[in-house]
């Protein structure tokens, strides 16, 4: 169980695409054979929010949950740096979250989690075209639930997992992702892959970044938005999202304030 693939070649060979209205069978509970067999030594990405309701979830801040929870794989390949859940120590190597009843923290699960079987892929960036996502499904020879009489189309399974709530939030996360500035392979150099990573994941420092440097000295944040930004972990993510098309593209999201440009 994986999030999402860096192409959709690579999602496409290994797993059976399903067109939008397509059926599939599943069902997952504690009377499923295979229960609990998916959350063991397996890569799952975490998204932004997931990483932030995680974090909440467990009391911890987000730099702590990185640090306790996470691993960065860094391999050529990828031109954003990409976090996984770090998997238990114990034989078999376990999901941390998963006890004998099943997900402890069910609520607040990664969006991988919640999409499976469902997987779903992004095509490369191309200038003038906004990416299609392309939805397959996992058939792992070990999962019972496939063999479930419950049916599912995509759509009606998106809904049941409320995973739309979570990629509305997310939609300027998938817009730097598979920005145009990416095309031919462009990279960007170490610092604002260090800005990407704070704005993205770390929030709490994030927020430390705002209202504890001469960030709203420097920038017109609009007065009432200000206000959120300390209150409302949400607001803060959307407007990291539209700070780092800023930082990372020069796209004009911000203005910078008359007095600290002179």
């Given at each position: 169980m994986s999030s999402r693939p860096s192409t959709v070649s690579e999602a496409v060979q290994q797993q059976k695409q399903l067109a939008a209205h397509e059926p599939f069978r599943f069902a997952c509970h504690p009377g499923v054979a295979c229960f609990n067999r998916c959350c063991a030594d397996v890569n799952i990405l975490l998204t932004p929010v997931d990483v932030l309701r995680l974090s909440r979830r467990l009391g911890l801040t987000t730099g702590e949950f990185l640090d306790r929870h996470t691993q960065i794989p860094i391999t050529k390949e990828l031109h954003l740096p990409v976090v996984m859940l770090r998997m238990g120590e114990a034989p078999g190597k376990p999901c941390p979250f998963v006890g004998a009843e099943g997900c402890t923290v069910y609520d607040s699960r990664p969006w991988a989690c919640r999409m499976y079987p469902v997987g779903m892929a992004l095509p490369p960036a191309r200038a003038g075209r906004e990416p299609e996502p392309v939805h397959f499904l996992f058939e792992d020879d070990f999962c019972r639930g496939r063999e479930e009489a419950k049916l599912w189309t995509v759509a009606a399974w998106r809904d049941d997992q409320r995973v739309d709530e979570q990629e509305e939030l997310e939609a300027g996360f998938?817009?730097?992702?598979?920005?145009?500035?990416?095309?031919?392979?462009?990279q960007l150099d170490p610092k604002r892959v260090e800005m990407f990573f704070m704005?993205?994941?770390d929030l709490d420092t994030f927020r430390r970044f705002v209202f504890d440097s001469t960030f709203l000295d420097r920038f017109d944040v609009e007065p009432d938005l200000v206000g959120r930004l300390r209150e409302s972990d949400d607001e803060l993510l959307r407007f990291a999202f539209r700070w780092l098309r800023l930082s990372l593209f020069g796209e004009p999201t911000l203005r910078a304030r008359k007095e600290a440009a002179r």
């Open positions: 998938r817009d730097i992702v598979s920005h145009p500035w990416f095309i031919g392979g462009r704005a993205c994941y």
